[in-house]
């Protein structure tokens, strides 16, 4: 993975590979190299009938609206929200790095990414498998709280069963160690704060299969509406010696003064396999203007090297319904993802971990870093909320502070900064915390 440079996360421009003649190629560049109606898809009446809006789910009140219309009003085009100190009535219980782990939730998917006998079938998998990360997201005019510099969070899920395994989710401080089962674990921490950056790495060393990540945690307002990106992502399997390089597409939180209010998920979403030289690039579209028809995604799988480009297959539909891939040869169909089919699966137990570091901030544990703001929210006391949080704020202006008095650089406990400007994890770290405090002893509803 060292000749993929991610210099600004969230950018698609930024993703690139290093050529023999020394020059660079970005994702952007190899994806969209191609005929301008690349995304021209035969779309039928029962496919557009199909299509559900997520956008939807809107349950603000008349009250919020007013505070966050008076928020927002005054703020520049472009303005990142998250720059801004909020009170505690514009707060979501819940942390920013919970918002990404949950994109980063794909279940049993893992165990299909090997199963694919050829190049193509791989590549479905894994496009399918990255699809899933995507979640139905409520607009409810409040934004999480932003993590601390070194936040963490540690998550860990039973399956049930030797195959499935038990997944442990450790948002910033993991790799899990049970030979008795095949385990995924996920770990994710800001490493930044100027400009905030949260990394993220997956892997289940049983498959063989690892992701790596990570995102500028920003929120641009751009006048009706508010845009999160959530960067890019590396996949790799290491049975076959595939990396695939992955977009997210935009969450924007539309509708703020008028039209159709709620969250979608736009713009460009492309899985890049260097190696096969597969593509798939799909386009998001968003809802078109005041809600009056609805979002489509269009896209198309190929082969594209530097001498030719062969489409092997369209695809149409929605990522919270079905996908569709449509053979270019013979016209045959296939789903490459039913968001019910895959989101009907039995949720994990979430367990207990033995030892929690003062910096995690997981919804579902015994919150060390914003617990009392959380449980202040929770029975709506707004006073104590405020108070709870400024103290937080304060304590981390003090340490940023005496660390400048020192002349102590902070570093991250679980990852590392490389020299292209990408980081990574220190998986010698992570795998002896895990093997210390990963013995789970009790259960937790998930």
Known sequence: MDDIVFDRPGALTECTEMEEDGSN?????????SDPNRFV?????????DAKASWQMDTTTKEQERSWRDLLKGLARGCDVTRISLGAHFLRPKSTLECLAATLQHGKLMSELNKGQSEIDRMIAVTKFHVSGLIKEVFDGKKPYNPILGETSAWAFDNGSTTSGISHMICEQA?????LYSTTDLHLQKVSHHPPISAFY?????LAVSMEGYMHTGAQFNGNSIAIPFGQRTLRLEQFGEDYMMTMPTMQFRGLFFGARGVEWTGPVIVWC????????????????????????AGKLRRDTNESEEVLYDVSGHWDTKLILR???????????????????????????????????TVCMPLMVWGK??????????????????????????????????????????????????????????????????RASSSIDA
């Open 25 to 33: 190629r970005s994702i952007d560049e190899v994806a969209r190299s």
């Open 41 to 49: 898809v035969e779309e039928t009446p029962d496919q557009k009938s």
């Open 175 to 179: 790799r899990a160690c049970d030979n």
């Open 202 to 206: 997956i892997r289940n060393k049983s």
């Open 274 to 297: 260097k190696k096969t030289g597969l593509v798939c690039e799909m386009e998001f579209k968003p809802l078109g203007f005041l809600g009056m028809w609805g979002e489509w995604h």
């Open 327 to 361: 053979d270019k040869s013979t016209g045959a169909e296939q789903v490459l993802y039913d968001y019910d089919e895959c989101h009907a699966k039995e949720a994990p137990q979430r367990l207990q971990l033995s030892n929690q570091l003062p910096t995690d901030s």
């Open 373 to 438: 703001v959380t449980e202040a929210l929770l029975a709506g006391d707004l006073n104590v909320a405020n108070r709870e949080k400024l103290k937080v704020e304060d304590e981390q202006r003090a340490l940023r502070v005496k660390e400048a008095e020192q002349k102590v650089q902070w570093t991250p406990k679980w990852f590392k900064k490389k020299k292209n400007g990408e980081w990574t994890t220190k998986l010698d770290e992570a795998e002896k915390y895990i093997e210390e405090n990963m």
